[in-house]
T-cell receptor, first 111, second 112 residues
Framework: SQQGEEDPQALSIQEGENATMNCSYKTSINNLQWYRQNSGRGLVHLILIRSNEREKHSGRLRVTLDTSKKSSSLLITASRAADTASYFCATDARSNYQLIWGAGTKLIIKP | DADVTQTPRNRITKTGKRIMLECSQTKGHDRMYWYRQDPGLGLRLIYYSFDVKDINKGEISDGYSVSRQAQAKFSLSLESAIPNQTALYFC???????????FGPGTRLTVT
């Protein structure tokens, strides 16, 4: 069973524009994480936001978390061609700390 | 050198064959995980281990087994491979429960 669901499934934007992707989840969490996966490769951790945090920044990344709506968003500002990848959210359920993964958003940055 | 390595990187095998995928890590983490990834489905947890003596089934353990040979090594076996086990397999480690996970490059397995 999947905890997180990303929206949209795919997103294509021009280089320099901002990209926003969303994640919804079902149960109470300790934290929510975002990862990037370049085509067919291993996932790379981007950012972790705890359940008591509402917003977090890392470079061009901004993550928000709304626990009342059980949702999170990832904003990538001033996108670059190198940002082309799939982005996954993962939540760790309070019951067992295992990460549950969404199906991902495929982001394409057009030059 | 990569912190988490997986061998082989690609493997084609026939139905009914036994196959082992290996994972090694230099992070010094106790927690290790095996996931499979299918197109459009994200990652699903097969097995996880919190230390050498602690191994647990994940969401989709049927048809798989694991061995934790040492803190740094965690192997996944398919006892009798079947075509619907064709997928991308990832090993990962973490230092704390529920924390950031570090992934290997993946093994692309095809069962014909």
């Amino acid at each position: 069973s999947q905890q997180g669901e990303e929206d949209p499934q795919a997103l294509s934007i021009q280089e320099g524009e901002n990209a926003t992707m969303n994640c919804s989840y079902k149960t109470s969490i300790n934290n929510l994480q975002w990862y990037r996966q370049n085509s067919g490769r291993g996932l790379v951790h981007l950012i972790l936001i705890r359940s008591n945090e509402r917003e977090k920044h890392s470079g061009r990344l901004r993550v928000t978390l709304d626990t009342s709506k059980k949702s999170s968003s990832l904003l990538i500002t001033a996108s670059r061609a190198a940002d082309t990848a799939s982005y996954f959210c993962a939540t760790d359920a309070r019951s067992n700390y295992q990460l549950i993964w969404g199906a991902g958003t495929k982001l394409i940055i057009k030059p | 050198d990569a912190d988490v390595t997986q061998t082989p990187r690609n493997r084609i095998t026939k139905t009914g064959k036994r196959i082992m995928l290996e994972c090694s890590q230099t992070k010094g983490h106790d927690r290790m995980y095996w996931y499979r990834q299918d197109p459009g489905l994200g990652l699903r947890l097969i097995y996880y281990s919190f230390d050498v003596k602690d191994i647990n089934k994940g969401e989709i353990s049927d048809g798989y087994s694991v061995s934790r040979q040492a803190q740094a090594k965690f192997s996944l076996s398919l006892e009798s491979a079947i075509p619907n086990q064709t997928a991308l397999y990832f090993c990962a480690t973490s230092g704390v429960a529920g924390g950031e996970q570090y992934f290997g490059p993946g093994t692309r397995l095809t069962v014909t």
